[in-house]
Each structure stands twice: as structure tokens, then as C-alpha cells.
């Protein structure tokens, strides 16, 4: 069965003190992982897709990094704007059989 | 924006009433899909669809209908709805390979 472990649940850091969430999965056959933003009361905006090993992506603040077994977001430096919950998600199947399996999200609360 | 739009946004109903989610896109776009979020489990796969009158299960799918008669709407129906159906669905379609969501509908079973 495909799993998708996030942690911690929840994280609360200081502005301008950077971190990293973890993303763990075990799937037979990862074809993309996937890492998205929710606001409370939103539907999740996307924010990255990481395809391979040693793949990395960046926007702004954040940094989103893939190895064979885990996925790590980096946020340097955040700002209170960067407070929502964060969830990870794998893909399996492609075509008319694409699913995405998702974490239960980290939430994360930057402090001014 | 990915052009997606969910009605109703929020909902109130009975054990045992039916209820109908529609969730409209206005891109064309091929792939549509069902979540349902929960504390504690996160978002969970109710149905999707693949093409007009082209859909199949998720992992969650005992409960619960769904129909594509045309490709901007994909309907969500709960035919007897129960306490344990009370969540947050969202609606999300697939657009180069990855997924954008709307803005989800808050569907309470009293």
C-alpha cells in the first residue's frame, strides 16, 4: 500500500528562522511528488512537482528537494505570510489511471 | 486560477437526504477528480473521471455516485447521506500533469 508520512504535524517558528519539513513515502514506482500549500478555508495551490532523485526546485523562500525514500521543504528565513499547512503528495499511475496520494500536511505557524 | 468553481460552498442537510456536489470548469480540460479532506486523514480520492461519461473509483468511494454528462461539470452525489459523509470535498482538475483544486465545498450530515 502506498504511504505518504509528513512530519512534524505542526511547526511554529520564529520570522526569519528557516527550517525543513519532511515528506516520506514508500510507493511502488514514484512518478512525481508534489508539493502544495493550503490556507485554511482554500483548496491547496499547487507549488511543486520534483520527478527525479536529486531533483530540487525553488520559489521565493521555499526549496523543495527529492531523494529515493524522502521529500524536504526548506523555508529560509520565513515570514508570517508563509503560516499554512503544507502538504506533500506522491503520484502513482499515469494517463487515465493518475492518482495523488496525499500526507496529512504539516502546518506551519511563522511567528513576528 | 484554474477556472474551477464548486456549488454549493456550503451545505447543511439530514441523515438520509440526498445531496448533489457540482464542481464547473471552464478550461476544457480532460482529467476532473474528487476529494474529500478530514482531520487526521487528509485529502482522500472519491471518484475521478477521465472523459465525458469516463469515470472510475477512488480509495473512498462507498457512499457515493458520480456523473460526466459534458466535460465543464463533474457532479458529486451522495444518494443517502450520513453522518460519517461530513467533511470538506474538493474538486480538482489535472492540467499538465499536475493537479489545481477549488475552493471546496463544507458539507455537514446533521
Known amino acids: 500500500e502506498d504511504q505518504v508520512t509528513q512530519s512534524p504535524e505542526a511547526l511554529r517558528l520564529q520570522e526569519g528562522e528557516s527550517s525543513s519539513l519532511n515528506c516520506s513515502y514508500t510507493v511502488s514506482g514514484l512518478r512525481g511528488l508534489f508539493w502544495y500549500r493550503q490556507d485554511p478555508g482554500k483548496g491547496p495551490e499547487f507549488l511543486f512537482t520534483?520527478?527525479?532523485a536529486g531533483e530540487e526546485k525553488e520559489k521565493e523562500r521555499l526549496k523543495a528537494t527529492l531523494t529515493k525514500k524522502e521529500s524536504f521543504l526548506h523555508i529560509t528565513a520565513p515570514k508570517p505570510e508563509d503560516s499554512a499547512t503544507y502538504l506533500c503528495?506522491?503520484?502513482?499511475?499515469?494517463?487515465?489511471?493518475?492518482?495523488?496520494?496525499f500526507g496529512k500536511g504539516t502546518l506551519l505557524t511563522v511567528n513576528p | 486560477d484554474a477556472g474551477i468553481t464548486q456549488s454549493p460552498r456550503h451545505k447543511v442537510t439530514e441523515t438520509g437526504t440526498p445531496v448533489t456536489l457540482r464542481c464547473h470548469q471552464t478550461e476544457n480540460h480532460r482529467y476532473m477528480y474528487w476529494y474529500r479532506q478530514d482531520p487526521g486523514h487528509g485529502l482522500r480520492l472519491i471518484h475521478y473521471?477521465?472523459?465525458?461519461?469516463?469515470?472510475d473509483k477512488g480509495e473512498v468511494s462507498d457512499g457515493y455516485s458520480v456523473s460526466r454528462s459534458k466535460t465543464e461539470d463533474f457532479l458529486l452525489t451522495l444518494e443517502s447521506a450520513t453522518s460519517s459523509q461530513t467533511s470538506v470535498y474538493f474538486c480538482?482538475?489535472?492540467?499538465?500533469?499536475?493537479?489545481?483544486f477549488g475552493e471546496g465545498s463544507r458539507l455537514t450530515v446533521l
Open positions: 480538482a482538475i489535472r492540467d499538465a500533469g499536475e493537479l489545481f
Open positions: 503528495a506522491v503520484q502513482v499511475g499515469g494517463g487515465s489511471n493518475y492518482k495523488l496520494t
Open positions: 473521471s477521465y472523459g465525458v461519461k469516463d469515470t
Open positions: 520534483l520527478y527525479s
